[in-house]
């Protein structure tokens, strides 16, 4: 079964830095894109960054640009988002979600995603 | 940037309703266009993609049109488990989602 599993969630103070992790089993990890999703409580869902099968290509929404880094290990099966001088507005439910192709430019969909781990930044 | 705007944000409809939500991008993204179901405390689950194209293990009731700019996703019956948030994706360029549409019991 295909699985992916958030972690490194919690409360940060703003201008603070976290890392998350999100491990993936079932599938040949290097195989596929990955990507980040975040839902601000009470709000929808926004796409936050996607990396390519090898980690060399990755895309960023515009409000994370410079702050946020994503990459992989593909010998640990394990995707991470470090984020740096986090705001407020960064408060969400981050999720990773496998893509289906090993490409990061697009024309694929998300399938399946983690269960999520709450950021929250506040002081 | 493609922004996706989807109709309406919400909707009341009865179960064994026909129900549509639409999903217009700004430019066009061929049929770069994905749906996805969500219930509350729950993460997202894919049911529709390449714009028409049903997921594996969804039920057949799900059933997603369009190409260009203007979608639909039509649930031609509606049943109890179906009463969630739905959003539309753009995979044309980068990627994009719609604001969600959110169906209630009537």
């Known amino acids: 079964e295909v699985q992916l599993l958030e972690s490194g969630g919690g409360l940060v103070q703003p201008g603070g830095s976290l890392r998350l992790s999100c491990a993936g089993s079932?599938?040949?990890?290097?195989?596929?894109?990955i990507n980040w999703v975040r839902q601000a409580p009470g709000k929808g869902l926004e796409w936050v960054s996607t990396?390519?099968?090898?980690?060399?290509?990755?895309y960023y929404v515009d409000s994370v640009k410079g702050r946020f880094t994503i990459s992989r290990d593909n010998s640990k099966s394990t995707l991470y988002l470090q984020m740096n001088s986090l705001r407020a507005e960064d408060t969400a439910i981050y999720y990773c979600?496998?893509?289906?192709?090993?490409?990061?430019?697009?024309?694929?969909?998300?399938?399946?995603w983690g269960q999520g781990t709450l950021v929250t930044v506040s002081s | 940037d493609i922004q996706m705007t989807q109709s309406p944000s919400s909707l009341s409809a009865s179960v064994g309703d026909r129900v549509t939500i639409t999903c217009r991008a700004s430019?066009?993204?061929?049929?770069?266009l994905n749906w996805y179901q969500q219930k509350p405390g729950k993460a997202p689950k894919l049911l529709i993609y390449?714009?028409?194209s049903l997921q594996s293990g969804v039920p057949s009731r799900f059933s997603g049109s369009g190409s260009g700019t203007d979608f639909i996703l039509t649930i031609s019956s509606l049943q109890p488990e179906d009463f969630a948030t739905y959003y539309c994706?753009?995979?044309?360029?980068?990627?994009?989602f719609g604001q969600g549409t959110k169906v209630e019991i009537k």
């Open positions: 979600a496998k893509g289906t192709r090993t490409t990061a430019s697009g024309g694929d969909w998300f399938d399946p």
């Open positions: 079932g599938f040949t990890f290097s195989n596929y894109a």
């Open positions: 990396i390519s099968g090898s980690g060399g290509t990755t």
């Open positions: 430019q066009s993204i061929s049929s770069n």
């Open positions: 390449a714009a028409s």
């Open positions: 994706q753009q995979s044309y360029s980068i990627r994009t």
